[in-house]
């Protein structure tokens, strides 16, 4: 490591010390190489238990619930919004948000954690036109160039509660030069990143490398000696194989301090989300319940294996359907599809035995309605359930962690989804020409 970047990291005392007073971070508990502790944000006096999830936003809420709607989740564990810097580039712009105070009184969320970052978990690529000078990412303009200076503009008007620097993401796919260029940018805009950083806001630095096993423990033992609060696993979900990603994990997170926190992107799905965890990560900005909402489908797999009282009580497996009966069509292991006729008189709730607002109050026929008329009520029920259910996933998670018996709670997991795989067969094309949607993938029914 050259001196210099020795000194830098070094360079900003009282920056670490204003950052020590707005985060901090306890582990409870280890199972394994899974780990369960609590982020605290003392000026604020909030505080997130993790494992945990942060909820997926645009433009800084979350796309079909209102802030009232949000307040309802909030003991089931919502508490954290992941803010994606880019829909701050234009419009509403950042001078805007600026001058409310920041994007908690903005957005009306002064009782939430918000984390920002440049990658969107919806919509991202990765490895597109970047320079020693800028990063490029797609914004519903266009595509758009941003430099460290005018991202640092940008958090310094969000005033997050913590932020990941501009960083030079990249595919798995890509050659060493890349990679060795992506590492090298990202430490260096984090430096100006961190010197820019005037308010103190806890920073996570931005762990890069690609699939390269060189690269990846060396940008994390760069990044771990700078003036960081935690540390982002990025680069992830840009096309590395499931099996391969553990391995990449461990290369960085060996070379990371354990009493720092640790954020990723790109995991989504339960399976993902349990083999990061598994790796010791204890952040995950998913936009897995937005991306089932937006299909019609609703998550049922069950939340505990030791206590399941979700998902398969009375007779109900986890594709939705009571025992004896033929699955519905579009159901898997670990959701629902509302667009199926098979549930056009269904009376049941999404899942018999969850507590959202939904289940309590709406049935499976109802959401059908909904979405086959096109009303925006679906897509907001749907995702006030999607979003509950996966939160008690990660409380679940918290508690196998605690009690020391992950490795099976996630080895029942898989095996569960293994077992009751389901073989969707398409509905019989009718001749009307409509559109007919099957497990969330359009397809045109033939005349």
Not at 265 to 281: D, K
Not at 336 to 344: E, K
Not at 354 to 366: D, G
């Amino acid at each position: 490591m050259t001196p210099w970047r020795r000194l830098r990291s070094a360079a900003l005392p009282s920056q670490t010390l204003t950052a020590l007073k707005m985060l901090s971070f306890a582990i409870d508990a280890n199972s394994g190489g899974a780990r369960t502790g609590v982020l605290s944000f003392p000026s604020r006096g909030l505080t997130l238990p993790t494992p945990a999830l942060l909820v997926y936003t645009r433009k800084g809420l979350p796309l079909n619930l209102m802030p009232d709607l949000l307040d309802e989740l909030k003991d089931d564990g919502v508490t954290t919004l992941q803010l994606n810097t880019m829909h701050f580039i234009e419009g509403p712009s950042a001078d805007t948000v600026r001058k409310a105070g920041g994007a908690h009184n903005f957005l009306g969320v002064q009782d939430y954690i918000l984390l920002a970052l440049g990658r969107d978990a919806m919509n991202f690529e990765g490895g597109g036109p970047a320079s020693a000078t800028y990063a490029s990412f797609d914004t519903p303009s266009g595509r758009r160039q941003v430099t460290p200076e005018a991202y640092a503009d940008i958090i310094d008007a969000l005033r997050p509660d913590i932020f990941v620097p501009l960083a030079d993401d990249i595919p798995s796919t890509s050659g060493r030069k890349r990679v060795k260029q992506s590492v090298d940018r990202s430490l260096s805009w984090l430096d100006e990143c961190i010197e820019r950083n005037k308010q103190g806001i806890p920073i996570f630095g931005s762990v890069q490398g690609g699939s390269n096993l060189y690269e990846r423990p060396r940008s994390a033992e760069e990044t771990a000696v700078r003036d960081v609060a935690g540390f982002h696993l990025g680069g992830f979900g840009l096309g590395e194989s499931f099996d391969e990603r553990p391995t990449l994990l461990a290369a960085a997170i060996d070379k990371l301090p354990p009493s720092k926190p640790r954020h990723v992107s790109g995991l989504s799905v339960p399976e993902e989300i349990l083999q990061g965890v598994a790796a010791g990560v204890d952040l995950f900005d998913s936009a897995y319940p937005l991306s089932l909402t937006l299909a019609g489908l609703a998550m049922t797999f069950p939340v505990s294996h030791e206590s399941p009282e979700v998902g398969s009580a009375d007779g109900i497996g986890s594709s939705g359907a009571t025992e004896g009966e033929g699955p519905a069509l579009g159901a898997d292991c670990s959701k629902l599809n509302l667009l199926s006729l098979a549930l056009r008189e269904d009376p049941r709730p999404l899942l018999p035995g969850c507590q959202c607002y939904t289940c309590r109050n709406h049935t499976r026929a109802y959401l059908h309605h909904l979405l086959n008329a096109h009303e925006m009520l679906a897509q907001v029920l749907l995702e006030i359930h999607n979003t509950h259910h996966y939160t008690r996933f990660f409380r679940a998670i918290r508690q196998s962690i605690i009690e020391d018996r992950f490795d099976r709670f996630r080895q029942a997991f898989v095996d569960r989804c293994r077992t009751t795989q389901i073989d969707v067969k398409p509905m019989a094309p009718k001749p009307s020409g409509r559109t007919s949607r099957i497990d969330g993938v359009h397809e045109l029914e033939k005349c």
